[in-house]
T-cell receptor, first 112, second 113 residues
């Protein structure tokens, strides 16, 4: 069966500090991968998606970036965090040719 | 473009009450439709799905029918439990390609004993 991991689970960072969130998927190969952000009390906003190693598409211009160094690894980064970057970050994967996505447990980021 | 509209919450019910959470969508073609559930502090779990008109998705006592004529995918459950308290998201995907899901804003359900 497939599983998706995210870490860290929670993170508190000061404004201006860097960020690195990691997502890995097990039990499948060549998945589509996604990063979403969920602000408090709101819906999900797609940030990035990837259809393969090194292939990243950005949906929302901002101070975040994403990378996919390995087939089942997806990393969300920032060089300098803003207060507005606080939120719940969710990674998701999708099998090629299917519509449904499966989500990880999320990382709660608080920027102070 | 694609969009999903859900009824605003919170929806507060007593245990064993009937649940309906409304969801309507706007999309071109024939999208697939989904309901996801998010328990406090957790990620989203796929609850059920439907891929074509008149399909009924069902899981854990929840049901939703893909109504193309009314562009709706309302979530129903005959008898809710306290453990069903969560946020429910309706979502669509227009095709099997790379594009991500379009989500509604979520509806919080609170079930009281």
């Amino acid at each position: 069966s497939q599983t998706i991991h995210q870490w860290p689970a929670t993170l508190v960072q000061p404004v201006g500090s860097p960020l690195s969130l990691e997502c890995t998927v097990e039990g499948t190969s060549n998945p589509n991968l996604y990063w979403y952000r969920q602000a408090a009390g709101r819906g999900l906003q797609l940030l990035f998606y990837s259809v393969g190693i090194g292939q990243i598409s950005s949906e929302v211009p901002q101070n975040l970036s994403a990378s996919r160094p390995q087939d089942r690894q997806f990393i969300l980064s920032s060089k300098k965090l803003l207060l507005s970057d606080s939120g719940f970050y969710l990674c998701a994967w999708k099998r090629r040719g299917r519509n449904e996505q499966y989500f990880g447990p999320g990382t709660r980021l608080t920027v102070t | 473009g694609n969009s999903v509209t859900q009824m605003e919450g919170p929806v507060t019910l007593s245990e064993e009450a009937f649940l309906t959470i409304n969801c309507t969508y706007t999309a071109t073609g024939y999208p697939s439709l989904f309901w996801y559930v998010q328990y406090p502090g957790e990620g989203l779990q796929l609850l059920l799905k439907a891929t074509k008109a008149d399909d009924k998705g069902s899981n854990k006592g929840f049901e939703a029918t893909y109504r193309k004529e009314t562009t709706s995918f309302h979530l129903e459950k005959g008898s809710v439990q306290v453990s069903d308290s969560a946020v429910y998201f309706c979502a669509l995907n227009p095709d099997t390609g790379r594009r991500a899901l379009t989500f509604g804003s979520g509806t919080r359900l609170q079930v009281q004993p």
